[in-house]
């Protein structure tokens, strides 16, 4: 389970209070991040970091007291510590003789199929060039209210190790493992090693949210580590500073949490399966039924549509799958119930005759 040998890409997560100290900035982790991520691009591996700590290094820049809940402010906080933060991985990572790049991403970006492979092949091309890209959610300029698109970018990293097939994911918290019940409460909680699947009484013994200017708690860990499974990627949770994390981790070191990987989606599905959607599509049950064995979504079987979204969006259908759309909200509102020949007798005879095509419809549960 846990022989990483042949583990050729690597994420690693690192949260924001790994990153930083009650004063800011925790230099001396930066220069031993380096070290450990430098000996993996020795042993021949790739490596990608998704960092936070932008909003919490302005926010003590700024000397603010308490958490920044004002959304303009954690705004504010996240381009005065975007810079403080990438000069600290140019310092530490330089003097390794290693060369990183930032990668400021929004949920948007991820949802949209074309920005979605342009990203891919920036990412790709980084890696060629034995680069390593450091990604981070661009908090100054996010329309989503910052903590709801990525989750203290818990849900990034998980995106991002799905998007380049990485072998590993390694997300870095201020907590060593995931125990059956929360450790800070309850003096005898235990550990859990290994997580074969995140049933109910997983996500039952998940906490609340975390430290002081992050937004993720081990909720949002264990919903990255279902995106990661998907893409055939382990996952390991451990404490950030725990000496030698990383090097650890890779020998096979019994620490933190390992989550283990499902059956793989190709990398459509899962962009679809992880895309926010724009709309919803109700069915009856009889199309349901038929969706869940590999027929195209037809407009006699839809009874209703839901907010706005053009051809190639995607779009919830009841609350049990996800899929693109080969026809508008408005085109499906006019031919919801109709017969599938009336789609190109109205549109045009250039159109899809279905709604949308079984390989671009994906159930959230098998």
């Known amino acids: 389970m846990r022989n990483f040998s042949k583990s050729r890409r690597v994420v690693i997560k690192i949260g924001t209070s790994t990153l930083s100290t009650n004063d800011g900035v925790n230099p001396a982790y930066f220069v031993t991040l380096a070290e450990q991520v430098a000996?993996?691009?020795?042993?021949?591996?790739?490596?990608?970091?998704?960092?936070?700590?932008?909003?919490?290094?302005?926010?003590?820049?700024?000397?603010?007291?308490?958490?920044?809940?004002?959304?303009?402010?954690?705004?504010?906080?996240?381009?005065?510590?975007?810079?403080?933060?990438?000069h600290e991985y140019y310092k530490a990572f330089g003097e390794c003789g290693l060369i990183v790049s930032q990668v400021l991403l929004t949920a948007e970006v991820l949802s949209k199929r074309k920005?979605?492979?342009?990203?891919?092949?920036?990412?790709?091309t980084l890696l060629?060039?034995?680069?390593?890209?450091?990604?981070?959610?661009?908090?100054?300029?996010?329309?989503?209210?910052?903590?709801?698109?990525f989750g203290d970018n818990d849900k990034l990293s998980a995106l991002v190790a799905s998007k380049i097939d990485a072998d590993l994911l390694?997300?870095?918290?201020?907590?060593?493992?995931l125990y059956d019940k929360d450790p800070r409460q309850y003096p005898n909680a235990k550990p859990i090693r290994v997580v074969e699947d995140i049933t109910a009484d997983i996500e039952k013994a998940a906490g609340k949210k975390g430290s002081l200017h992050s937004t993720?708690?081990?909720k949002s860990k264990l919903a990255a580590a279902q995106i990661a499974a998907t893409a055939g990627c382990r996952i390991v949770l451990a404490h950030g500073q725990e000496p030698d994390i990383i090097t650890r981790?890779?020998?096979?070191?019994?620490?933190?949490?390992?989550?283990?990987?499902?059956g793989k989606l190709s990398n459509r599905n899962r962009w679809i399966l992880n895309s926010k959607?724009?709309?919803?599509?109700?069915?009856?049950?009889?199309?349901?039924?038929?969706?869940?064995?590999?027929?195209?979504?037809?407009?006699?079987g839809i009874t209703g549509i839901e907010g706005h979204f053009e051809v190639g969006a995607v779009v919830m259908i009841n609350d049990a799958?996800?899929?693109?759309?080969?026809?508008?909200?408005?085109?499906?509102?006019?031919?919801?119930?109709?017969?599938?020949?009336?789609?190109r007798d109205r549109l045009g005879q250039d159109r899809r005759d279905v709604a949308a095509l079984p390989e671009d419809i994906v159930f959230l549960t098998p």
């Open 39 to 86: 000996a993996l691009r020795e042993s021949g591996r790739q490596v990608v970091i998704v960092t936070s700590g932008a909003i919490g290094m302005g926010a003590k820049r700024l000397k603010l007291a308490g958490p920044v809940v004002d959304m303009k402010l954690r705004q504010a906080c996240a381009a005065i510590g975007q810079p403080l933060l990438m």
């Open 115 to 124: 920005t979605y492979l342009n990203l891919q092949n920036a990412v790709e």
């Open 128 to 149: 060629r060039l034995g680069v390593v890209p450091v990604v981070n959610e661009n908090d100054c300029v996010s329309t989503a209210e910052i903590g709801t698109a």
């Open 170 to 177: 390694i997300m870095l918290t201020d907590i060593d493992a």
């Open 216 to 218: 993720g708690g081990m």
């Open 249 to 262: 981790i890779m020998a096979g070191e019994t620490v933190g949490t390992l989550f283990m990987p499902k």
């Open 277 to 300: 959607p724009e709309g919803t599509v109700r069915v009856d049950a009889g199309a349901l039924e038929a969706l869940r064995k590999r027929k195209s979504l037809l407009p006699k």
């Open 321 to 343: 799958a996800k899929a693109v759309v080969s026809l508008s909200a408005d085109e499906l509102r006019e031919l919801a119930g109709r017969h599938s020949a009336e789609i």
